[in-house]
């Protein structure tokens, strides 16, 4: 696969930024290093027909109309990336402590109640297979307990004493047919096997036939007396084994998705000290409670000492898997209407604020999804105080936003408070409109990692230009390239193409047209059906097929306003936009 120039972004650094979890921007080293230059020395610069633009280059123009920066002087020099600077004795007495962010492993802990309950599997229910009368019940009162095989009561019928003549008759004959075929009469009638064998050896009719337990444990609900007339499927009793019990938990909804069958559980009984300290999830419950937005989670116990009972409350802990992430410690993370955020320790005393995305919390860390690299350093400690600072100071009020200028549905593109930097993040999807017209013409397969960075910024964009022109251009361009991961080349990566320049068009003609002539890309649509593309330098190479292709020129921003300049004289730098 060819290397794709994208803006200075190759391929390879897109998806090296997408591996590590970051949506970082490269730059050259010699860009690096001309941006510390400039920061260092604090001076920055602006466009005089567009101030909301600021730059560090001093050799820099701008990206919508093209005209030379300026330095930016008096109030409005404020810090590009909305830093503050802090002398080290006031860092002293603050009390503010960094930490760094790094891949830590961690496991999260969910804590939840639950109580204990019977094991269904261990139930037997004991119902009558013959009509008589019960005699000698051995089983007197719930509670007792009974073994696999003993005489749990003897019943009088009259039916099953003919059976039983009839089947001694066979006996007598030996006529094998016949006696299987009798036997098996007297199972359907409900004598069980072990009378019946006996039944075989004495060759005498019994009166009161027995009826054995087929099953053990403790009687939890006997439902006849002695003397009782009962017919087929009359309960007699119900026997419960507690060897093994549950304890059904509740989870919070949002907490269920880390369950999973076989996971151990860590467990404790307030009323049961000595009861086994751990189980393990047998089943997940497949519905949510509505008012208690809680799931149930059964698990199986282990109670063969019998110190668990039905009804007893339990305290759950689950400790969920111990993958490595990257994270900070939990006191770092800020949150308020702006979301969770932190700040970074740059260096010389300077801190500033930065967005981030957060996962699971535990152990005293929270995971960084998004924002952050391994190695970089935060506040830990004292960072309430610097934010209070840097607000006050409107350093970081939009955290990372460029400087307050005000914007609505009905600001114009090329009137949007975009700065250098977030002008490189919006670069990220003509990249992606480069990177589809090479791998089209060039017929090979997209990567879809690739796409991951771009589809990243576009949240964080949407963000921040929230109610603005610009979230009509990245919504459809977001949604053009979460089609393209699953199409990735042919016919369907060509609509996705079309619709992705669709959706950029506007900010392509209206928002730095400039910047994208400058860069040497050359806009082009396809004579016949319209559609857009864009690439480096011509000829022109149609990712639609063969069919003619015209340039699209790039407007002037400038156009109509050079008499009225002249008119009105020179222009100041400082006084806004005209």
Request: glycine share 8%.
């Amino acid at each position: 696969m060819k290397k794709t120039l994208l803006f200075g972004v190759s391929t390879l650094s897109i998806l090296l930024s997408a591996c590590n979890g970051e949506l970082a921007l490269p730059t050259s080293q010699t860009a690096m290093a001309q941006v510390e230059s400039q920061v260092e020395q604090g001076q920055q610069y602006t466009c005089p027909m567009h101030p909301h633009y600021i730059s560090t280059d001093p050799d820099g123009t701008c990206p919508i109309c093209g005209m030379d920066l300026v330095p930016v002087t008096g109030d409005s020099a404020q810090s590009g990336d909305g830093s503050v600077v802090v002398a080290p004795e006031m860092i002293q007495t603050m009390g503010i402590r960094v930490a760094v962010a790094e891949l830590a492993s961690f496991g999260q802990t969910v804590r939840a109640f639950g109580t204990v309950e019977s094991n269904e599997r261990l139930e037997a229910v004991s119902a009558s297979r013959l009509e008589g009368w019960i005699e000698n019940l051995t089983v007197r009162a719930e509670g007792d307990t009974v073994r696999p095989g003993a005489l749990l009561y003897r019943v009088y019928s009259p039916e099953l004493i003919a059976a039983q003549k009839d089947y001694i008759a066979s006996l007598s004959i030996g006529n094998e047919n016949r006696i299987s075929a009798v036997r098996q009469r007297l199972r359907s009638i409900g004598m069980q096997n072990a009378a019946i064998n006996r039944l075989t050896e004495t060759r005498q009719v019994l009166e009161r036939v027995p009826v054995y337990a087929e099953a053990g444990g403790t009687v939890d609900k006997l439902q006849v007396r002695e003397g009782d007339y009962v017919k087929p499927g009359t309960p007699i009793l119900q026997l419960q084994s507690y060897a093994d019990v549950w304890v059904i938990a509740s989870i919070p909804e949002q907490d269920l998705p880390f369950m999973d069958t076989g996971m151990s559980v860590s467990l404790s009984f307030p009323s049961a000290p000595n009861a086994p300290a751990t189980g393990r999830v047998d089943y997940i419950y497949p519905t949510i409670n509505s008012q208690t937005r809680t799931g149930d989670v059964r698990i199986e116990i282990d109670n063969s000492q019998g110190y668990l009972r039905p009804g007893a409350y339990a305290d759950i802990r689950f400790d969920l898997g111990g993958e490595t992430r990257l994270s900070v410690p939990t006191e770092a993370i800020l949150r308020d209407s702006r979301g969770a955020h932190v700040i970074m320790a740059l260096g010389d005393g300077r801190f500033a604020g930065r967005a981030v995305r957060t996962g699971v919390s535990a152990n005293g860390r929270t995971e960084i999804l998004s924002g952050l690299v391994p190695g970089e350093q935060v506040v830990a400690s004292g960072q309430f105080m610097l934010d209070s600072e840097v607000n006050l100071r409107e350093g970081f009020s939009k955290l990372q936003a460029p400087p307050a200028f005000a914007a609505g549905p009905d600001t114009p593109l090329s009137q949007l408070p975009v700065d250098a930097t977030t002008l490189a993040e919006i670069d990220h999807f003509t990249d992606m409109a480069l990177y589809f017209h090479e791998a089209l013409t060039d017929k090979y397969k997209i990567d879809p990692y690739f796409l991951d960075p771009a589809l990243g910024l576009g949240e964080n964009l949407r963000t921040r230009f929230a109610d603005t022109k610009l979230v009509s251009v990245l919504e459809p361009a977001e949604a053009a390239l979460r089609q393209a991961k699953v199409a990735r080349e042919g016919e369907a990566l060509a609509s996705n193409l079309s619709d992705l320049m669709i959706a950029l068009e506007p900010w392509l003609l209206e928002g730095a047209p400039v910047h994208y002539e400058t860069a040497g890309i050359v806009l082009y649509r396809e004579t016949e059906t319209g559609r857009l593309w864009v690439q480096e330098g011509s000829p022109a190479r149609n990712p639609y097929g063969d069919g003619a292709a015209e340039t699209v020129e790039w407007p002037d921003p400038m156009a109509g306003i050079e008499s009225g300049d002249a008119e009105r004289g020179p222009i100041d730098p400082h006084a806004g936009h005209r």
